[in-house]
């Protein structure tokens, strides 16, 4: 059973619509992470907050808008997003974001963008 | 170039044989090598990590690293069905403090 839990875990959307995607760690680390997993590619760092505040914005487009409300809690804000977003979302957690902390992540969501 | 790179496979052994899967990486001052197996519709689970000190070993797993040649091995012993997934293979280059992961591995262990 995973320490970091996301929801929901499935989600479809029209390109006008909006939606949140929420992830939360029982862990008690201070660093969370927002990554986008496409078939056939690398695990896509996004976004990094380190004790509540933004530390990493990988020139994600604003289309994309995290949240960070306590080092708990994790949303992804998503409005007129692309097909080409249609992908597996994780989040992940550690410690701190320090060089040698592994990552402990969530199930993902598995969105689609129609 | 990318920074950490896998051969996506697949690779196929058969029930107690030895998996053996490669990672290269480019940034040669790179610290922290991490190994993840994410089953299919499944998150990255965290199997062991390394540092640039050493390997490791663990139970049935065991990370080794090559800098000269800038690679990080992961072997799998008596390799059983449920060790079948895709690895993926995590590295914190020296310039950053952010991970960088490889396209992963897909192992099939045949019964």
């Known amino acids: 059973e995973t320490g970091v839990t996301q929801t929901p875990r499935h989600l479809v959307m029209g390109m006008t619509n909006k939606k949140s995607l929420k992830c939360e760690q029982h862990l008690g680390h201070n660093a969370m992470y927002w990554y986008k997993q496409s078939a056939k590619k690398p695990l896509e760092l996004m976004f990094v907050?380190?004790?509540?505040?933004?530390?990493e914005n990988n020139s994600v487009p604003s289309r994309f808008s995290p949240e960070c409300p306590n080092s708990s809690h994790l949303f992804l804000h998503l409005h007129t997003l692309q097909p080409e977003d249609s992908a597996l979302y994780l989040c992940?957690?550690?410690?701190?974001?320090?060089?040698?902390?592994?990552?402990?992540f969530g199930d993902g969501t598995r969105l689609s963008i129609l | 170039q990318k920074e950490v790179e896998q051969n996506s496979g697949p690779l196929s052994v058969p029930e107690g044989a030895i998996a053996s899967l490669n990672c290269t990486y480019s940034d040669r001052g790179s610290q922290s090598f991490f190994w993840y197996r994410q089953y299919s519709g499944k998150s990255p689970e965290l199997i062991m990590f390394i540092y640039s000190n050493g390997d490791k070993e663990d139970g049935r797993f065991t990370a080794q690293l090559n800098k000269a040649s800038q690679y990080v091995s992961l072997l799998i012993r008596d390799s059983q069905p449920s060790d079948s997934a895709t690895y993926l293979c995590a590295v914190i280059p020296n310039t950053g403090n952010q991970f960088y992961f490889g396209t992963g591995t897909s192992l099939t262990v045949i019964p």
């Open positions: 907050y380190n004790f509540k505040e933004q530390t």
């Open positions: 992940a957690s550690s410690l701190r974001q320090v060089v040698n902390q592994p990552q402990h």
